[in-house]
Nanobody, 124 residues
């Protein structure tokens, strides 16, 4: 069983930055693909960024490319999402996710584990 706990959300002005962290329990999580998803009110949950277990492969939603960076520290069982140049449309609940199959994260299907989510609000 893997547990994921997000932190780092909050309120920020447009153009500002936030860094989200996701702490994972279970040593085997180091072999999992990890990802960040978000869900805004009235919208479906969408993939923001994903990183494979080696940390050498990443995928990003087009809307965040060049602004967000996903990274991981396997020794600390932690994955990060650095968010720069934030926009009001980035406002959402952000969820950490883990999956044995990286392709499941990228395709956003049958995700093995979810965190509880952290709110990010960007004011204009």
């Amino acid at each position: 069983q893997v547990q994921l706990v997000e932190s780092g959300g909050g309120l920020v002005q447009a153009g500002g930055s936030l860094r989200l962290s996701c702490a994972a329990s279970g040593r085997t999580v180091s072999l999992y693909g990890m990802g960040w998803f978000r869900q805004a009110p009235g919208k479906e949950r969408e993939l923001v960024a994903a990183i494979n277990w080696r940390g050498g492969g990443t995928d990003y939603a087009d809307s965040v490319k060049g602004r967000f960076t996903i990274s991981r520290e396997n020794a600390k069982y932690t994955v990060y999402l650095q968010m720069n140049s934030l926009k009001p449309e980035d406002t959402a609940v952000y969820y950490c996710a883990a999956d044995r199959q990286y392709s499941d994260l990228v395709r956003s299907v049958s995700i093995d584990y979810w965190g509880q989510g952290t709110q990010v609000t960007v004011s204009s």
